[in-house]
């Protein structure tokens, strides 16, 4: 079994595991790094294993493409089965607080702690990695609510119904011809990836809808979209 852990003691040290922020995000892991913990029976620290900022991978070889001579070793443990990142929860009191939308929808949430979830206010300093205005962006730019597309732009598609113009477009990839949200959360980041080419000027992202996973996803998108912010905490 696998010893207590000491939140107070994790934050008494320099604050590199924590992005400079005064609390922990504490997540149980799935999958092969699961069995690792529970080999080490100790808790692990760790970063996210992308650049700060950038498009997040969801397979050993992006991580690999991405980090480079960063990291000495990766470990392959499969593609990401979800393709977005955690959902970060607060709890303050009587009141929970979603931080950042991810693999867990915002209902499921809601039915385990038996509460509404609160936004945090749009004017507070970040809480949590994820959080700021600009992240998870690739170099080419995103315009995102598309029902026409521009000259030069790669098409990033959901569901059946096509923008008008598709058939020029440079490059065209559909998160899920079926409009799943889970097939579309898994493919998101790899296929942000794939259309961020020096050809493309653009992403041009068809509207997704909010249900489930879709606050998530449009989360991500929302945030790719924005002006590039600098010095971004891991995440």
Known sequence: MARPFDAGAALAGSGRHSAGLPTLAVRNPQGVFSEIIAQLDVPLAAPSANRSGSVSPTTAAAVAESLQDRVTLVLDGGPCSVGVESAIVKVEGDKV?????????????????????????????????GM????????????????????GEALLAFGAQRAKGYENAVALLNLSP?????????????????????????????????????????????????????????G
């Open 97 to 129: 607080f979603l931080l950042r939308p991810g693999g867990l929808p915002r209902a499921d949430i809601e039915r385990v702690t038996g509460r509404k979830l609160q936004k945090p206010d749009a004017q507070a300093a970040v809480q949590a990695p």
């Open 132 to 151: 700021l205005k600009s992240h998870y962006a690739p170099e080419a730019a995103v315009r995102l609510e598309v029902t026409e597309l521009h000259r």
């Open 178 to 234: 079926a409009g799943n949200m889970e097939e579309a959360a898994s493919n998101l980041f790899s296929y942000l990836h794939a259309l961020d080419r020096p050809d493309i000027a653009a992403i041009a992202v068809e509207p997704i809808p909010y249900t489930g996973l879709g606050e998530a996803i449009n989360d991500r998108l929302q945030r790719a979209a924005a002006p590039r912010a600098q010095n971004c905490p891991a």
